[in-house]
């Protein structure tokens, strides 16, 4: 079974202004797929973990049956199909706010403000490239971090509940090096709260 690059759920059009239908395409054409690509050939000599979710290679890296350097391109590649393909399904247009998650947040948080304040901080403090989090740990409380280059929360037994791309692809063509802006204007296009 090969990977494959999931249906992008709206058009490249759909997030503008805050998210260009150019960024859109390019991420989602160009670096996406080449994520997928370097995964399929990351496990092409490894028949069995090819019958896995990218998401159980993921959660499994550390006892994967594999060479280092292969283990190293699935952390990358793998983590880089993961994490985008689940990006794509936490924005949209239109608010479908969770409803559960906001009550969550609340109580863990303080406030929705609060969360998105620190959720804010590291996203922007980030250094090079990485992802913001929003995740659930192994005890089902909320928390947030970020990591570097495409590791994923699934590595380390986390699930995934919002996600951030700070890589410059995701906003270099519309805000350069303004990532503060980029944040500020991506939870518009966040649907969940
Ligand atoms: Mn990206």
Redesign the pocket.
């Known amino acids: 079974m090969q990977y494959t690059l999931p249906k992008l759920p709206y058009g490249y059009e759909a997030l503008e202004p805050y998210i260009d239908a150019k960024t859109m395409e390019i991420?989602y054409t160009k670096?996406?797929q080449t994520y997928v690509d370097k995964l399929n050939a990351a496990v092409e000599k490894y028949p069995d973990l090819q019958e896995m979710a990218v998401e159980d290679l993921l959660k499994n890296i550390k006892t994967l049956k594999v060479e280092e350097k292969d283990r190293a391109a699935i952390v990358n590649h793998g983590g880089?199909h993961a994490?985008?393909s689940f990006?794509w399904q936490i924005m949209g247009p239109k608010k479908e706010i969770d409803d559960k998650l906001v009550d969550d947040i609340n109580s863990t948080f303080g406030s929705t403000e609060e969360f998105k304040k620190k959720f804010t901080d590291a996203a922007t403090a980030r250094f090079g490239s990485g992802w913001a989090w929003l995740v659930r740990d192994n005890d089902g409380k909320l928390q947030v971090y970020s990591t570097a280059n495409q590791d994923s929360p699934l590595m380390q037994g986390h699930t995934p509940v919002i996600a951030l791309?700070v890589?410059e692809?995701?906003y270099y063509l519309k805000y350069q090096n303004r990532r503060p802006e980029y944040i500020e204007n991506w939870w518009k296009v966040l649907k969940l709260i």
Request: charged share 10%; aromatic share 18%.
């Open positions: 991420h670096h996406h880089g994490n985008h990006f791309d890589w692809h995701a």
